[in-house]
């Protein structure tokens, strides 16, 4: 993340840590009426069906050179080289 924006990092990074906090305190609340209305199953299933569309957004906005490093071939190199 700090990789792909590192021009407001602190930002971005302060939005992650909110989000967290707000999914902790508010994870529980919302699974305690999903339970208490829909049960156990129905829970479960509503969180499952969140969870997948939070996955397929989070697949198709992240960029893929987020996966590579700076200094991707230098790290190759070691590698072919057994150092570490």
Known sequence: MTYQFSENREKYLGMGESAAGFGTMMGPVIAGLLYYYMGYFGAFMAFA????????????????????????????????????
């Not at 992240?62 to 150092?83: C, F, H, M, P, V």
């Open 49 to 84: 069906g969140f969870i997948l569309i939070a996955a397929t957004i989070s697949y198709l906005c992240i960029s893929n050179d987020i996966n590579y490093s700076l200094d991707a071939e230098d790290d190759l190199e070691q590698t072919i080289n057994g150092k570490f």
